[in-house]
Nanobody
Framework: QVQLVEAGGGLVQAGGSLRLSCAAS????????MGWFRQAPGKDREFVAS????????LYADSGKGRFTISRDNAKNTVYLQMNSLKPEDTAVYTC????????????WGQGTQVTVSS
């Protein structure tokens, strides 16, 4: 199977920045799109951002719009999430996901990385 491994989480002060990465490994996958999700304790998992693999079309949830930037490196099968102007409400476990067919549910999920923003 395909494994997705996130990195870059940690503790940061409000107003600071973090850059998350997620690399796919295990075997070659023809990715159509990748995205980031987050989940805080007692809350449902929510969508953060996504990017298509060929055209690079991006989508953002209102929560991160203007502060977060998603990008990808096709050759490395890696997706990034640059997070600026972080707020305490951004505290959550951030998980990346990959889909092989556009318009269908995500096929693979990572284990997640903790992001904590202090005030």
């Amino acid at each position: 199977q395909v494994q997705l491994v996130e990195a870059g989480g940690g503790l940061v002060q409000a107003g600071g920045s973090l850059r998350l990465s997620c690399a796919a490994s295990g075997r070659t996958v023809r990715t159509s799109g990748m995205g980031w999700f987050r989940q805080a304790p007692g809350k449902d998992r929510e969508f953060v951002a996504s990017i298509s693999w060929t055209a690079g079309i991006t989508l953002y949830a209102d929560s991160g719009k203007g502060r977060f930037t998603i990008s990808r490196d096709n050759a490395k099968n890696t997706v990034y999430l640059q997070m600026n102007s972080l707020k305490p409400e951004d505290t959550a476990v951030y998980t990346c996901a990959c889909k092989t067919v556009l318009g269908r549910p995500y096929d693979y999920w990572g284990q997640g990385t903790q992001v904590t923003v202090s005030s």
